[in-house]
């Protein structure tokens, strides 16, 4: 791949373009783009430009700038993250339509927590989570089910530190966390109160592709002090369901 004069290889550059948008900022001027990227404005401009072109960027009206439908298509084929999310759908809406608050499925990407699907309820309480939004691993309750079932080098890495408070509850302290997290993987589930918000408990099982290999989290965010013994029943009966599917699924 040919490379700029700062030796980045064209590719480089096109990612650092694309991240620069994220859940909150969807919506960028091409000039905005080149400042977050790093970028001289023409050289953004032109990539911006190409990338309309393609279709992996859309320009509104406003000669502003979003990411493209045509990303989103070619993102999803085959992914890991929409066989999963076939799998569980159908689980997690029976979840959500008993316990009627949101319901979402997060991965390990990168070392964080990724949700790949979120239902919520109308009536549902508070939540930061969003689809395709990222949160650390030792924060939120799904986050905490995939790092206590996860390989141990990720987990280590984890508990080297530094391990940010999101809330003022979130657990932070090294042996104290390395201690909730056997506590997780010996129970299978996670009561998670005021780990990511004061006003909220997330609730989250292990999801397994084969006996010992989490795959996935499936979690409840309930109001603080709701009554949480019937989410984690839900949770459990809906995790054994994607199991089973992700199995039928396999070739
Ligand atoms: C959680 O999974 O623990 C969680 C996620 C998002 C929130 C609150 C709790 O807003």
Redesign the pocket.
Known sequence: MANSPSGETLTERIVRVLETFDTDRTVQTPAEIGRRARLPSSTAHRMVTDLVECGLLERDEDQRVRLGMRLWELALRGSRALRLRQAALPFMERVQARIREHTQLAVVENGETLFVERLSHPKGG????RVAGRLPLHA???GLVLLANGPEDLRERVLAGPLEAVSPETVTDPARLRRHLARIRREGVVV?PG???GV?T?V?VPVRERPGQVVAAL?V?LPRDAPYGPAIEELRAAAAGITAALGAQRP
């Open positions: 508070a939540n930061i989570a939120s309750s799904s998670a780990s990511v918000e909220s997330g989250a979690s965010v």
